[in-house]
């Protein structure tokens, strides 16, 4: 064979670009079969082992198979287990791309340790470290993120990247809005990579708003709609379909389902029923979790969410569960809810934007006193017992109640009527 003309160094450099030539197109079966037999031959090395990782990648990808997912894993576990005699560039890439797949996979705890060798490979690169601190933000590891991006912007006052991921969880998670805006403020006019992102400019915008500075707001907010990180400054979801119709306020024939609405309207005095005895029930209705309240009391009772029917609350609420039952696009609408919501007087809401264009959400009233009102986009509206109020929520929308009793409607929220059958069944859960 060839090499008989060759040391081994130039043969396995040939046949490991021979290798990588068959997975530039695309070719993975005569790759792996190269990559398998230097292996035999040369065990332990470490180009061979990683171009064989690399294949198992693209074949679990192309495949969405789940073994494959966990053989690609395991392979370039393999490489990283060589230490240092994989050199920097394998090392690296390997440690990354494993990080990755191991988050596709939900695996996110494996992915520490592996954080945790390239910091002590790569101490002097802030980019490892940014790294780690994602995957605990993915675990909603908030304290241990925290920790490590504060020890980054020690050593590396001006990385972006650090900056904006930890003005993001002082908002979102220590609601310390002045320190958030400093961080997130300064992250984003770096632009450094992973910077321009939507979650950055939807939470510097809003922290600014809560902080009296509205004009800087919008500024941030045209910003990030120029660079089609939300669809626009007044619709800032996040999770979005392309192109759909997209208006604050609808009409019950433009949503398509004019006839289960219709239902849900005639029997409003028994869902109505149903709503207020729940509320005697201690324990049943939750306070509003997202820290939308500027002040106030406002509790919600949900008996769908993300395409689930909650058992728990249906049991309380059994006729305008099984109401909902019969009406498919809120049933099944996973980038939703159904939830009775009760807001006391003397609250506010501040303006927010749902995560998603792909949803509608109808409001029914139940009990409406005067004083409450809503604003969708540029336009006030209030509520009337027996009657829809529909509206877009990824448009900004802001609520006060300032009557003398409480407001309870039901929220009903369904499907884009734009969206096929086919993105009902496939978008993932909100
Ligand atoms: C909202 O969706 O933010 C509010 O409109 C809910 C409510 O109870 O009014
Ligand atoms: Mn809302």
């Known amino acids: 064979g060839p090499q008989s003309f060759m040391d081994d160094d130039s043969f396995l450099d040939e046949e490991i670009r021979r290798a990588n030539e068959e997975l530039f197109n695309d070719n993975l079966k005569p790759a792996l079969q190269i990559f398998d037999s230097l292996i035999l031959k040369f065990p332990g090395h470490p180009g061979a082992l990683y171009g064989k990782a690399k294949v198992l990648d693209r074949l679990s990808t192309k495949y969405k198979n789940n073994q494959m997912l966990q053989d690609a894993i395991e392979a370039y576990r393999v490489v990283l287990k060589l230490e240092d005699k994989a050199d920097d560039k394998i090392y690296r890439e390997a440690g990354e791309r494993c990080v990755q797949l191991l988050r596709f996979g939900g695996m996110l705890a494996q992915a520490v340790p592996i954080h945790r060798n390239l910091i002590r490979r790569f101490p002097n690169d802030p980019e490892v470290r940014n790294q780690l601190a994602v995957t605990y933000l993915m675990q909603n590891r908030y304290a241990e993120a925290k920790y490590i991006l504060h020890h980054t912007l020690m050593r590396w006052r001006d990385n972006g990247f650090a900056q904006v991921h930890y003005g993001f969880i002082l908002k979102v998670h220590d609601n310390d809005l002045k320190s958030a805006v400093a961080l997130l403020r300064e992250g984003i006019a770096s632009e450094a990579n992973g910077t321009q992102d939507g979650r950055f400019y939807f939470t510097l915008g809003d922290a600014l708003y809560r902080l009296g500075e509205k004009e800087e707001a919008m500024e941030v907010y045209k910003k990030g709609a120029d660079l089609k990180l939300f669809p626009s400054a007044l619709q800032r979801s996040l999770y979005n379909v392309n192109g759909l119709k997209a208006q604050p306020f609808w009409t ?148 006060w109640h300032n009557g003398i009793s409480p407001r309870l409607v039901l929220i009903v929220d369904v499907w884009h009527p734009e969206l096929t059958e086919d993105q009902r069944e496939n978008l993932s859960r909100i």
């Open 252 to 399: 019950p024939e433009e949503t398509t389902y004019e006839k289960e609405l219709s239902i849900l309207q005639r029997n409003w005095e028994l869902i109505q029923k149903e709503g207020l005895t729940a509320m005697k029930i201690p324990g049943y209705y939750e306070d509003e979790a997202e820290s939308l309240r500027d002040k106030g009391n406002w509790k919600q009772l949900e008996l769908f969410a993300r395409g689930y029917r909650i058992e728990k609350n249906c049991a309380k609420t059994p006729l305008t569960c099984n109401i909902i039952e019969t009406f498919p696009a809120a049933r099944t609408c996973k980038r939703g809810q159904v939830k009775f919501s009760i807001m006391q007087p003397g609250t506010h809401v501040w303006p927010h934007c749902g995560p998603t264009n792909c949803r509608l959400r109808a409001h029914l009233g139940l009990v409406v006193p005067p004083g409450a009102k809503i604003r969708v986009g540029t336009e006030e509206r209030t509520w009337k017992a027996g009657e829809w109020l529909i509206f877009d929520d990824s448009f900004e929308h802001e609520v």
